[in-house]
């Protein structure tokens, strides 16, 4: 004689049964989304290979031909914002005998 089945076990069995199905339909979901996207790579790739390329293989200027409207401001030549603030004291105290640094003239890499 066949026992009968516990409800609690028909309801595990339905819960796991959703669940499965559940999975089922996120991983169809899934699936579609990734072929969507590789044919979008594809059509890209596609659209890339057949963009033409720009090469600049010299650029001219010309500054004598450039003309200036308006000229102002002020110009500071040696200091910028990477100078140490304690030596630009140095440099701008009245009694001072501060004897500039030689200049690095080694070659940038």
Do not use: C, F
Request: proline share 6%; net charge negative.
């Amino acid at each position: 004689m066949e026992q009968p089945i516990h409800p609690y076990y028909l309801h595990i069995e339905r819960n796991l049964q959703a669940l499965w199905d559940n999975q089922q339909q996120h991983k169809k979901q899934v699936e579609e989304r990734l072929s969507a996207l590789e044919s979008e790579h594809a059509q890209l790739k596609e659209r890339m290979n057949q963009i033409k390329t720009i090469s600049i293989e010299n650029i001219n200027y010309k500054i004598q031909e450039l003309t200036v409207q308006q000229l102002s401001g002020t110009l500071n030549i040696g200091m910028s914002a990477l100078t140490d603030p304690e030596e630009i004291k140095k440099w701008l105290a009245p009694d001072s005998d501060y004897v500039e640094p030689p200049a690095d003239t080694q070659p940038m890499d």
